[in-house]
């Protein structure tokens, strides 16, 4: 068993030494070190990275599943803290090693009060968050098909250690990606009658987009689509034959992501045939949004209270998150630990205070426990 300080240590080893998703070879193989060392019980998941360690009680009980998730991003830290990242181009910008060391102490806490629980306790340590790739990859492993409640945590720079953000309802969107490459036909930039110039049209698809969101969703709906990506010829007196651009779709509602999908479609390709071109939108659907369940979050908020933090709701946001891939399997909630800082996720200044640690991982088992003995 770890204390407080050894799981301290832990986090800012992970922190020193970050890796990217579906590249957690380190970080894996010192997290099953220590579990195994303490004889928690390891699912063979067949991916290079990640584990799920389980925990089954003395009596039969429910089945509850815990998330943490493990990768950083390609950032260059700047945040002067005494552990910061051996790697240059490679940080912790987003919590992740807070997650899983958090994981890993309850898992550990959990373990030790194996006597105690009533039921079984599912505990995912997920690679590849950050790509969107790691929570399909673990739950199609089919491992953990058999859980009732699923519980994943996010650190919170805007709430300080001791205060726990749970809102029921969407909380994360779902993230879709989309790119387009518009074909005209290529020809001296003084002679444009003799060409099809794509860019005019490039600029007319950026414009229309937006319609979308301004003219055919309902305006009680969540939408953004934001063109992040543009790219048309390389010099001044050639016009291109292609233009190319690509962005982001967010959503909270499976309704108005098809809607929206489907809008794109129409206003893209007739765009493009209004200026003469052809345009081919290649539209790849991401992680659903995260959906938390009413229920099981006044649970959670309710055992918060009683172990004496603070309760908040947290912001809305339309970022994306791969938990969702767990929520397909059953109800859950996702919650936000807050962590302090001046910097939010994916600042090359994002620190977590690592006082939030201890606690975050005593109220994750605790929740656990009890969630595995409930009724229902
Ligand atoms: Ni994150």
Redesign the pocket.
């Known amino acids: 068993m770890m204390n407080e300080q050894q799981l301290i240590a832990f986090f800012e080893d992970l922190h020193q030494h970050p890796e990217l998703g579906l590249q957690e070879v380190r970080t894996t193989q010192k997290l099953k070190e220590i579990l195994t060392a303490a004889g928690v019980e390891l699912l063979d998941t067949g991916l290079p990275t990640g584990a799920v360690a389980v925990i089954r009680g003395s009596r039969p009980g429910r089945v509850i599943g815990l998330r943490g ?1 493990m990768d950083a991003l390609p950032i260059t830290e700047a945040s002067g803290l005494r552990y910061a990242s051996c790697e240059a181009g490679k940080m912790h910008a ?3 090693d807070f ?1 899983t060391a958090c994981m890993l102490g309850t898992a550990l806490i959990l373990q030790e009060k194996r006597d105690q629980l009533a039921g079984t306790v599912k505990v995912v340590f997920q690679p590849a ?2 790509i969107a790739k790691g929570g399909k990859l673990v739950a199609d492993t089919g491992l953990l098909n058999d859980a009732q409640e699923f519980y994943g945590i ?2 919170y720079p805007a709430f300080p250690a001791g205060t726990l953000g749970i809102k029921e309802g969407p909380v994360m969107a779902a993230p879709d990606r989309f790119s387009v490459t518009i074909t005209g036909r290529g020809a001296h930039a003084a002679q444009p009658d003799k060409g099809i110039d794509p860019i005019p049209a490039l600029a007319a698809i950026i414009q229309a987009l937006q319609t979308i969101v301004s003219r055919e969703v309902n305006p009680f709906a969540n939408v953004v689509i934001t063109v992040a990506h543009v790219e048309a010829g390389n010099t001044y007196n050639v016009i291109p034959e292609t233009a190319f651009l690509e962005g982001t779709v967010r959503t909270l509602d499976e309704k108005v992501r098809l809607q929206v999908q489907q809008a794109m479609r129409r206003v893209i390709e007739r765009t493009a045939e209004a200026y003469q071109c052809t345009a081919a939108l290649d539209y790849q659907v991401g992680p659903d949004a995260v959906v938390n369940d009413a229920a099981l979050c006044a649970e959670a908020s309710a055992l918060a209270r009683e172990m004496g933090f603070q309760v908040a709701r947290q912001e809305d946001t339309m ?1 994306g ?1 791969d938990f969702s891939e767990f929520l397909k399997i059953c109800p859950g909630v996702f919650l936000r630990i807050g962590t302090g800082g001046d910097y939010p ?2 600042h090359p200044r994002f620190t977590v205070d690592p006082a939030a640690l201890w606690p975050a991982a005593q109220y994750c088992a605790a929740l656990a426990m009890r969630r595995a003995e409930a009724e229902k």
């Open positions: 998730d987003c919590g992740h997650h968050e950050e996010h650190s970022g998150e996720g994916h």
